[in-house]
């Protein structure tokens, strides 16, 4: 992989991510208003989207840890890496 490849595909995840935190704000507000009006339906809602939220940030994330390993020197510091991240 080319490095220029590596440094879009690092701004598409970086850009990925700044709009999961902003759906994630989303969520949490409107999750939020749900509860203070008790509101069922849209609590139940939100909790289906918190799902969806969920798939993309493991997206993400595995899209990552291939981004690291395609880009390592030695397979063994990638493993590293990634079972540092995933250990938290």
Not at 8 to 26: I, P, Y
Not at 30 to 57: F, P, S
Not at 59 to 88: F, K, M, V
């Amino acid at each position: 992989m080319p490095r220029d490849t590596f440094v879009e595909q690092l701004a598409q995840l970086k850009q990925e991510v700044l709009q999961l935190g902003v759906e994630a704000s989303r969520t949490i507000a409107t999750g939020v208003d749900a509860l203070k009006v008790r509101d069922q339906v849209v609590a139940r809602a939100m909790i289906e989207h918190d799902r969806e939220l969920n798939r993309t940030r493991y997206d993400i994330e595995e899209r990552c840890y291939t981004l690291i390993a395609t880009q390592q020197p030695l397979a063994g510091s990638s493993t590293w890496a990634t079972s540092r991240s995933s250990s938290r």
